[in-house]
């Protein structure tokens, strides 16, 4: 520290700092931390039994902020992790079991259901790229969607453990199938009316 005396009598203090680096010593340069995967909001399905994958307001509002955070991320991503509780798993089991013996057995995979409901909501509703959400299925014992947001250059499944992707080509989920049965219903008594009218005629 030095000090100097100026004209006006005031005495000014100064200080100094010199920093030394060694011959040699280069300076390391920032690395940023890799990004990682990023939990979102949870969707529950435990209120309606008789509708055990059908989104509420309450899951719609999840998926809404899910679709605005990959808005405001263009390079992320988002996957959408369904979940079924004991009993459902063993119903699930059970019927893939008689399914073996009987083709025509319906396998309802409630924990893949409500993953795909999830992500269609998403790519219809909200206009997201299906590219851009992915559909798993999770060992945990819930009647849950978990929802993630995959940044780019993270990695899902090592942030991510025990789960399963989701073949959505093989998973129809249940308001789909009631809906292709009252089609199907619609269809045949169509046919039948007409028979009837062509006969009369």
Do not use: W
């Not at 340069?29 to 209120?47: E, G, K, L, R």
């Not at 994958?53 to 719609?60: G, Q």
């Not at 790229?129 to 999770?138: F, G, K, L, Y």
């Not at 789960?163 to 199907?184: A, C, G, N, W």
């Amino acid at each position: 520290m030095y000090s100097r005396l100026l004209k006006s009598g005031c005495m000014v203090l100064s200080t100094v700092c010199v920093v030394i680096m060694p011959m040699g010593c280069k300076k390391t340069p920032y690395v940023a931390p890799a990004p990682h995967t990023q939990a979102m909001c949870s969707i529950n399905f435990d209120a309606d039994k008789k509708h055990p994958a059908r989104l509420d307001n309450e899951a719609k509002a999840c998926l809404d902020q899910v679709a605005l955070d990959l808005q405001k991320q263009l390079g992320a991503k988002a996957v959408v992790v369904g979940e079924a509780d004991a009993a459902e798993k063993e119903r699930t089991a059970k019927e893939e079991k008689a399914a073996l013996r009987n083709k025509h057995i319906n396998i309802e995979d409630l924990a893949a259901q409500r993953a795909i409901i999830a992500k269609q909501y998403l790519v219809k509703e909200k206009g997201v790229d299906a590219a851009r959400v992915s559909v798993a299925t999770s060992t945990t014992d819930s009647q849950k969607v978990e929802s993630y947001l995959v940044p780019s250059g993270a990695n899902f499944s090592s942030d991510v453990r025990e789960t399963t992707s989701v073949d959505e080509t093989k998973v129809m989920p249940r308001e789909h199938k009631q809906l292709q049965v009252h089609k199907r219903l619609a269809e045949k008594k169509h046919k039948r009316s007409a028979k009837r009218v062509k006969h009369s005629a």
